[in-house]
């Protein structure tokens, strides 16, 4: 199934100035077509089962076997999601057919080029954070929230010690960790992402980021056609990128 947005952008200001003569009629309007977009809905689905004898017999720190599978079945779904949205495969969307599942569109390729770094280093080097920001705010974007795989964290936790910042604390403790980043065009929190992509991090700006669900996630039972007691999870849900400037990409090297 299909989700579908539009996508407007306000006009940039007049070279020309914005002046009018005292008493003149309104000026003529100049209107902008939105941009329609869209992405595919993707269908989560898993399965727990417990024979008979497992769901009657009294089990150490639970009551049911059946209930226990299936809420560790709940968790791995929204992992299963998550990864989807921003993990290392980099979904591309896909319409799919009789035989093979639709696939929704992941967070990096729903980002605008206007707003993308392509960086020749292997880590996330502070300059194309910066440089990443930058096209941001020019392009009208204001992220503040810095997503990144946590083989990054050691590297932004090192901007502080290679430029000479220090940290001001008034206990014993040794800080070695950036959770929020000032740079020149805002404050950005860092959070990282344990399925997110080790080649790429997103500067976003969670307001023009929406998780669309067709059907939120929900559990039914299965036909018993044996000894054993089964239910099926299922969430079908797409991620829609509202503006597609209003977040930022950096891309690493392998």
Request: aromatic fraction near 8%; include cysteine; glycine fraction near 6%.
């Amino acid at each position: 199934k299909i989700h579908e947005w539009q996508e407007d952008a306000l006009s940039s200001p007049s070279n020309l100035g914005n002046k009018h003569v005292e008493g003149a009629d309104a000026p003529p309007a100049v209107m902008t077509a939105t941009s329609l977009l869209f992405n595919y809905t993707q269908i989560f689905a898993n399965t727990a089962n417990v024979t008979g004898s497992q769901e009657s017999v009294d089990h150490y720190g639970r009551k049911s076997e059946m209930k226990y599978q299936l809420t560790k079945k709940l968790k791995e779904l929204g992992n299963d999601i998550e990864y989807a949205f921003v993990g290392d495969r980099l979904q591309v969307k896909d319409l799919g057919s009789n035989t093979v599942a639709r696939q929704m569109e992941c967070a990096q390729n729903q980002i605008s080029v206007d707003t993308t770094v392509d960086s020749g280093a292997t880590a996330l080097v502070e300059d194309d954070l910066v440089a990443v920001l930058e096209k941001c705010y020019v392009e009208g974007g204001y992220p503040d929230m810095l997503f990144i795989a946590p083989i990054h964290a050691k590297a932004i936790a090192g901007y502080a010690s290679t430029t000479g910042r220090e940290r001001l604390i008034d206990d014993k403790r040794l800080i070695n960790a950036i959770d929020i980043y000032e740079s020149p065009y805002g404050n950005v929190d860092v959070v990282m992402d344990r399925f997110f992509d080790p080649l790429s991090a997103i500067a976003c700006d969670p307001e023009y980021w929406s998780l669309a669900s067709l059907r939120p996630t929900f559990t039914k039972k299965l036909p018993e056609n044996g000894d054993y007691i089964a239910a099926e999870n299922i969430n079908e849900c797409t991620l829609a990128c509202l503006s597609a400037k209003a977040s930022g990409l950096i891309q690493m090297q392998p």
